[in-house]
């Protein structure tokens, strides 16, 4: 608690051998390797607290023990083809929930979806549930709660099905598509969503974009007003690239309101190289725009003098209205840079660009 606002949180823990374990899978007597995620989850209905820059609110997020950082949840890689085993252990006292695998075609696996009360009852408090599914989309998807505010209070993550590079269009065109290059943009209240948008929809109330938060980490202003103050003091996210290297960064974004967001990187071009997990023509642009759900990947250059550039995230629509200037920054931080931030500024303003 600090600066006189607390809530009481659940905090969903999974003690992780994550993505990357591997497993056999038998299937009719035939044997074959898988990727297995295992969740073995205390989950536990523990209260606890997630503050962000003195606020603290509640949360449903997922707690990697490797990290401080409660949301976005574990990032899932695997590879095309590979059967997908995860087992979700719903340990909330009162709440059923599911797991989406957003993306995901699930062909003749429907049951396997996480639509509640369409393909799957929520798993009950208390109970436990296997998923197991092909990955058969490849490509930047991503993976979330299917019940409630779930989702927008913090339970998704990342969901990256790579195939192999012969069959992988405009892989030609990096060096490097490494996991820890996932941009998580997450759009942020400051209280629990339900208590915003319930009382949004009742009152026929505006719902104003409130903050963003890239991979569980930003600086935050009071955007809309309700504390009073302006803070900035969690660190950022930074992304390290080596100079004169191509990088596949995978874009993905989780919102509630409307809230699209503009992405750029100061002085560096973003080459979209796909979108919504399918693969485009290459093109050039200075900024992307992504709404809810949308992912994007892109491939950038580093090409410039080693030191640190922001990637500005700049929110539109609810994020911009009745001066509500919504904005995030992470950093773009070459090798041997120097470890402070750019000390170029970081407005609303400076995240304004033209787009191609
Ligand atoms: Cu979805």
Redesign the pocket.
């Known amino acids: 608690m600090m600066e006189g606002i607390v809530r009481s949180v659940i905090v969903i823990t999974i003690p992780i051998p994550w993505a990357g374990d591997t497993g056999k899978l038998m299937m009719e007597g035939i044997v074959r390797s898988v990727t297995v995620i295992t969740t073995p989850i205390p989950w536990a209905g523990d209260t606890g607290k997630l503050m962000m820059e003195g606020i603290v609110r509640s949360v449903t997020v997922i707690t990697k023990l490797s990290s401080l950082s409660p949301s976005p949840g574990p990032g899932i890689q695997v590879c095309l083809g590979d059967t997908v085993i995860v087992n979700v252990q719903n340990s909330f006292g009162v709440r059923g929930i599911t797991i989406?695998?957003?993306?995901l075609k699930m062909t003749g696996n429907p049951y396997m979806d996480g639509a509640p009360y369409i393909t799957q009852c929520p798993i009950g408090p208390h109970n436990s549930f296997q998923y197991k599914f092909l990955a058969d989309t490849p490509g930047t998807l991503?993976?979330?709660s299917?019940v409630g505010y779930e989702?927008a209070d913090g339970m998704f993550g990342a969901l990256v099905v790579r195939r192999p590079l012969p069959s992988e269009p405009n892989s030609d065109l990096y060096d490097h598509d490494l996991a820890e290059h996932s941009v998580i943009v997450w759009h942020w209240y400051p209280e629990p969503s339900a208590t915003l948008i319930n009382n949004g929809f009742s009152s026929k109330a505006t719902l104003y974009g409130a903050g963003l938060i890239i991979n569980g980490k930003g600086g935050m202003e009071d955007f809309y007003g309700r504390y009073q103050r302006t803070f900035d003091t969690m660190p950022r996210e930074v992304f390290t690239v080596a100079q004169g290297k191509k990088y596949r960064f995978r874009v993905v974004y989780n919102s509630a309101p409307d809230c699209p967001v503009q992405m750029s990187i100061d002085d560096h071009r973003l080459l979209v190289v796909a979108t919504d997990s399918a693969a485009v023509e290459p093109i050039e642009v200075d900024s992307i725009i992504l709404n809810a759900?949308e992912r994007y990947d892109i491939v950038v250059t580093a090409n410039q003098t080693v030191g640190s550039y922001w990637i500005r995230f700049r929110g539109l629509a609810f994020c911009n209205k009745n001066g509500v200037k919504v904005h995030q920054e992470a950093i773009l931080r070459y090798e041997d840079a120097d470890e402070a931030p750019p000390t170029t500024n970081n407005t609303y303003q400076e995240a304004d660009r033209e787009g191609l």
């Open positions: 989406h695998w957003h993306g991503i993976w979330h299917h989702e759900g």
